[in-house]
């Protein structure tokens, strides 16, 4: 299989399996997050701490998983694409 069809591959699956649900982790901990700070919700004062800091784990997970599919594109880019030089335009070095 050809580099670039395998580089598309790899970023669309990484896409698939931590990027949507990294994004649906982000919204729940964010969710998590602001649930636990309304003051007139019925949870206790140690449950309301543990969903806040359950939801800023979630959320620092959430964005690793988003992270991973920038990190593929990242690795798997075409370097291929610099100009290779030619030596008609070289200028020898005696003539420095």
């Known amino acids: 299989m050809d580099k670039k069809k395998t580089s598309i591959i790899l ?7 931590c ?5 649906a982790a982000f919204c729940l901990g964010s969710m998590s997050i602001l649930g636990s700070l309304i003051p ?3 949870l206790t004062q140690a449950d309301s701490k543990m ?3 359950g939801g800023i784990i979630i959320v620092f997970l ?3 998983l988003v992270a ?6 990242l690795l798997t ?3 291929n ?9 070289v200028i020898p070095e005696e003539d420095f």
Do not use: C, H, K, Y
Not at 11 to 17: C, E, F, T
Not at 19 to 23: E, K, S
Not at 68 to 73: G, V
Not at 81 to 89: C, D, H, Y
């Open 11 to 17: 970023i669309i699956l990484s896409s698939l399996l």
């Open 19 to 23: 990027g949507i649900p990294g994004l």
């Open 40 to 42: 007139t919700s019925d």
């Open 51 to 53: 969903a806040f800091i």
């Open 62 to 64: 959430g964005l690793i």
């Open 68 to 73: 991973t599919p920038i990190l593929a594109w």
């Open 77 to 79: 880019r075409n370097t």
């Open 81 to 89: 694409n610099q100009r290779e030089t030619s030596s008609e335009g």
